[in-house]
């Protein structure tokens, strides 16, 4: 029997197993081919579009039902993915709030966020998956997500509105995180935001997020914790947006010490 129909026993038998992903080590470990044959068998299955190569040596099983799109759910191989490159992870901004049900339409692009060094983002066969890199993070507030493939790890709605603002400028800026905000909100519980908060150490961060929740979303009761919280601690005037107009003379007329130098209009 030739090894392509070794091959194609072995990924059937993973997904019989709940399986989507393999690696090049699996296969070669499971059978003893040449590295040649073993190559020619992947560049087969990849022109029969039953396999596709999203990282080097990490290949994903496409099965029928997912022929005409030419990929599964990221959410479906992304805990293998990171296993196979060994980092810590969550999935974490547009893609964590549309498990709340907190985005207008499913985000293309997948935020992972994991720890340093940096990783190349995968942009290829109809997905675009990027790192976001961030140096530590507290486990209370991710969240492993039953799916059809297994557990997923997810940032919590208090741990995902908080890094909607440190990420801001990766999906879209403040508009458009504001109208995030909007929906996630019905999700984020006061103490567990004013708990996450303390953790995430960047009090600008908190600042920015108690601003927009209470002066321009009107969600004063979900930020009063926070708010207490953040009292005790020394914070400076920031402006709202970095990128907006310096404008001299703006007076802070708020709890969060934010000079609002930008208009900011969620679309809701």
């Avoid at 995030?180 to 984020?188: A, G, N, P, T």
């Avoid at 601003?211 to 009063?224: A, G, I, Q």
Wanted: with cysteine; hydrophobic share 35%.
């Amino acid at each position: 029997m030739q090894f392509y129909n070794y091959s194609e026993e072995f990924i059937d038998g993973l997904r019989s197993n709940g399986r989507y992903s393999f690696t090049l080590r699996e296969l070669r470990e499971q059978y003893q081919f040449s590295p040649e044959a073993i190559k020619k068998s992947l560049q087969r299955l990849r022109k029969k579009k039953k396999i596709v190569q999203v990282r080097k040596e990490f290949y994903v099983i496409v099965p029928p039902e997912y022929s005409a799109t030419g990929i599964i759910p990221p959410s479906f191989f992304i805990p293998d993915l990171m296993k196979f490159i060994d980092r810590d992870y969550y999935v974490g901004l547009l893609n964590a709030a549309s498990y709340y049900g907190a985005a207008h339409q499913q985000p293309q692009e997948h935020f992972i966020i994991t720890g340093p060094p940096t990783i190349r983002p995968i942009s290829n066969h109809s997905i675009k998956i990027s790192f976001c890199k961030k140096k530590s993070w507290d486990d209370r507030f991710v969240i492993d997500q039953k799916t059809e493939a297994g557990y997923l790890k997810i940032s919590s709605p208090e741990l995902t509105a908080l890094d909607l603002v440190f990420y801001q400028d990766r999906i879209g800026g403040i508009d458009r995180i504001s109208t995030v905000l909007q929906e996630l909100s019905e999700r984020i519980k006061p103490n567990a935001l004013r708990d996450c908060a303390q953790s995430y150490n960047v009090t600008s961060v908190v600042q920015r997020l108690g601003f927009l929740l209470e002066n321009v979303l009107e969600k004063s009761e979900l930020v009063k914790p926070m708010k207490k919280s953040l009292n005790v601690t020394k914070y400076y005037p920031l402006l709202l947006s970095t990128k907006g107009p310096k404008t001299p003379g703006l007076k802070i007329d708020n709890d969060w010490n934010i000079l609002a130098n930008i208009t900011v209009e969620p679309d809701i």
